[in-house]
């Protein structure tokens, strides 16, 4: 095959054959098809779509593009769950060890953090020795005997999708629906899940800025699910301010081990349960979602799922004393606080705006190679909705030095504002798409 020729097809509005996107992400792959090509194709894609067989076929080929874990000899269903990102969203360190602590196997890949939001391996790694290169067949052994794993993706995962997303980030190819909807199913399937729970957020905070587009990739991946034999259900939640009230890293650990241990509620705790939930009824623990949350949380009060979160730690290195003495993370001498100046009610609380502040003291990092501060972050007083008296703490600053302290305070007073009138609560979760 001529791949400009392929090119022009798509240019053309016309429909590529499965074929012919083999062809296009075995080139990708074993990198005989220049960078200027596959750009030029990305851009065709997101001016004329893909219909939803191309989808379905791109998805395929990406996802054959390198390792498919077969995980069959791991007993029971087994469920994944993804989040397209956002700012405090801790939920996997909260759903995982409940879920598996109910004998859900949990065998989790999770990535790490880039620009304003958080990587579930950086949060975990904030406890002293956890581990979280863990090989295959040592990851297989701890799900089966002790329900739950979290480990990092693997290089040999869906390469294509890294080479493209990659070229999508500098090409300005990335807001594509197919593409964003292939990138995501396309790891997960390479995964080897029999299932996948989706947490698609919309808002300031989340990639999706609108809750139509949010509601559209969540029908796309469900086609996506549907049409290559896999169960897909997808939650729409709001993301325009942070989830949970800690940003950083071992103050969102701190955060899932105070819910874990039933001393803290709120949005976190709520959207946790809600996928956990989906991800029981998915794998056969529990026959609906009410069902499913009164058995999540009285794992909650009986200590359980906070149980399984040490063991995990133990198991993959880390110190589980970390569960009753926080002191053992990494601490930062630099502590700022944000008064506010005024009376009233917190109007807003945007989250992409705390997301940098969170970056600016050391959390986050801006290339994939940067190095982070584990004991850098911020912890919020506050939420949308609440009173707020002059001379009231708004958030807490955790950083290496005073510099870094009041570059985040200032981002973080343009980030809240504050009215005169109580706002209308906005739904934490929007819908549930089976």
């Known amino acids: ?53 191309e989808t379905a076929d791109l998805t395929t080929a990406m996802t054959h593009s390198g390792n498919v874990l077969d995980l069959s000899c791991i007993d029971g269903i087994k469920v994944d769950k993804h989040s397209t990102g956002g700012v405090a969203d801790t939920t996997t360190l909260i759903l ?26 950086d949060k975990l790694e904030s406890i002293p020795g956890f581990n979280v290169n863990i090989e295959m067949h040592k990851a297989i052994e701890q799900v089966n005997n002790n329900h739950i794993v979290i480990m990092g993706q693997t290089n040999e995962l869906a390469p294509a999708d890294k080479y493209l997303y990659a070229l999508r980030d500098v090409t300005g190819t990335v807001e594509s629906m197919p593409l964003i909807a292939s990138s995501i199913m396309s790891k997960k399937l390479a995964g080897g899940a029999d299932g996948i729970v989706l947490d698609v957020k919309w808002g ?40 949970g009230m800690n940003i950083g890293n071992s103050v969102e650990v701190i955060e899932a081990i105070e819910i874990l241990k039933g001393h803290r509620n709120g949005a976190l705790k709520d959207v946790s349960l809600a996928l956990g939930a989906e991800m029981l009824v998915m794998g056969g623990i529990a026959e609906n979602p009410e069902t499913a949350l009164a058995l999540l949380e009285e794992n909650i009060r009986n200590k359980k799922g906070l149980y399984k979160f040490a063991e995990l730690i133990s198991l993959q290195g880390g110190i589980p004393a970390v569960i009753d003495n926080y002191s053992l993370f990494p601490q930062r001498m630099c502590k700022s606080a944000l008064i506010s100046e005024e009376d009233g009610y917190i109007q807003e609380i945007d989250a992409l705006l705390i997301g940098h502040a969170a970056s600016v ?13 584990y004991g850098a972050g911020i912890m919020l007083k506050k939420r949308v909705g609440d009173k707020v008296s002059r001379g009231e703490i708004l958030a807490r600053v955790f950083a290496e030095n005073n510099e870094k302290c009041e570059a985040a305070n200032q981002i973080i007073k343009q980030a809240i504002k504050i009215g005169s009138e109580k706002p209308e609560k906005k739904p934490l979760i929007y819908e549930i798409i089976r």
Request: charged letters at 25%; proline letters at 4%.
């Open 96 to 121: 995982a060890p409940l879920t598996a602590s109910l004998g859900l196997p949990v065998i989790k890949m999770s990535g790490r953090g880039l620009g304003h939001t958080g990587g579930t391996l």
């Open 204 to 243: 300031k905070g989340a990639f999706m800025k609108n809750i139509e587009d949010a509601k559209a990739l969540a029908r796309e991946m469900i086609k996506l699910g549907k049409n290559l034999s896999k169960k897909v259900v997808a939650l729409i939640t709001n993301m325009d301010e942070p989830l």
């Open 1 to 53: 095959m001529n791949f400009v020729d392929l090119i022009i097809k798509k240019r053309n509005r016309q429909e590529l054959t499965a074929d012919e996107i083999n062809f296009f992400i075995h080139g990708v792959t074993k990198k005989s098809i220049p960078d200027y090509q596959i750009s030029a194709m990305l851009m065709a894609i997101c001016f004329n779509s893909l219909t939803e067989r």
């Open 361 to 373: 003291t050391g959390a986050g990092r801006k290339t994939i190679d940067d190095p982070i501060d």
